[in-house]
């Protein structure tokens, strides 16, 4: 069998941490969330200018449909995550607060409104998302690429960084968002295998590493594959360990780690708060097996400071 570096790599590691038990405390709901997951509220003019401008030009947000707890905090820098499509999810994710439901058709007008919001915040680097639309043909592909082209146009050398979903690993439909020269392809693995199934609905582990590594076997450096991980649904640090080879194997470039917070009582209960000295340790390690740029920490999710992570023209 063929000798893989990074399999060795996790391997060692684990022996030296001697690792492998599952890191989980008391399953049911905390009444009170840890002192380092305390929430800011908002204290500046520019959090209800942002919030004002997007209900004036009638655009979703995944800060606002996802309850993100760091809505307020970026905000407040003047910056937003748009989501396109709607804001009907057609899968009914146990950790996503995003509405699940019927979708509405797509607005012709949206591209360009969001469009007209990423020039008047000003923005360097604009991340859309979008709800996972099975209900079309593309699933919403052309959408995505649409709307890419007209914040590019309204916003000559912005940075476009997009959140797809799986696309049902769709060809077709990669390629038409890629079409649009996007500067990051973002899809999360969002959780462990293990784990997949209860965390996420129609979607599967390996599906998302095959869009990853097909989008990076397609473009190479002329683009960063990036995703992401809750932990505290139950993970060991093995499992962690193994997903971050598999993302890397894949081709993954950026990648972020942040806590599973529980949305309502409905969605799944959070198995673990992890400190922030054991994110930091993440951190360290996923550097070493080779990720570009790495932000992990409690509160970090997708896009959070997504403009910090690269400037352009930073690829080798």
Not at 87 to 102: E, H, L, M, P, S
Not at 120 to 138: E, G, N, Q, S
Not at 190 to 208: C, G, I, M, N, P
Request: charged share 25%; net charge positive; glycine share 6%.
């Amino acid at each position: 069998m063929q000798w893989d570096p990074l399999s060795a790599f996790i391997r060692v590691h684990l022996r030296l941490a001697n690792l492998g038990t599952v890191v989980t405390t008391n399953p049911t709901p905390r009444s009170r969330l840890p002192e380092w997951l305390r929430i800011r509220l908002p204290v500046t003019d520019t959090f209800f200018e942002t919030r004002s401008l997007l209900a004036d030009l009638k655009l979703h947000t995944v800060c606002e449909s996802a309850k993100c707890p760091n809505h307020w905090e970026c905000w407040g820098r003047g910056t937003a995550t748009f989501m396109i499509a709607g804001d009907r999810c057609t899968r009914a994710c146990g950790f996503c607060a995003v509405t699940t439901g019927k979708p509405l058709p797509l607005e012709r007008d949206e591209p360009a409104r969001v469009a007209e919001a990423a020039r008047r915040m000003r923005l360097k680097h604009v991340v859309i998302t979008a709800v996972a639309r099975d209900d079309l043909p593309d699933g919403g592909a052309e959408h995505f690429r649409l709307t890419i082209e007209a914040v590019r146009a309204a916003s000559p050398g912005i940075i476009t960084e997009v959140l797809v979903p799986d696309f049902l690993d769709c060809d077709s439909s990669m390629e038409t968002v890629l079409s649009a020269h996007p500067d990051i392809f973002n899809h999360n693995l969002e959780t462990v295998r293990r784990l997949t199934s209860k965390v996420r609905f129609r979607a599967t582990y390996d599906r998302s590493l095959r869009v990853l590594r097909k989008v990076k076997m397609w473009r190479g450096n002329a683009i960063y594959t990036k995703s992401g991980l809750m932990l505290g649904l139950g993970e060991t640090e093995e499992e962690l360990l193994t997903a971050l080879g598999d993302l890397r194997r894949a081709g993954c470039d950026l990648l972020t780690l942040g806590q599973y917070l529980r949305p309502t009582l409905r969605h799944l209960p959070v198995v673990e708060f992890i400190p922030p000295s054991r994110f930091d340790e993440y951190r360290r390690i996923a550097e070493r097996m080779g990720f570009s740029h790495v932000a992990s920490g409690p509160m970090v999710r997708s896009s959070y400071h997504a403009d910090e992570v690269h400037e352009p023209g930073a690829r080798g």
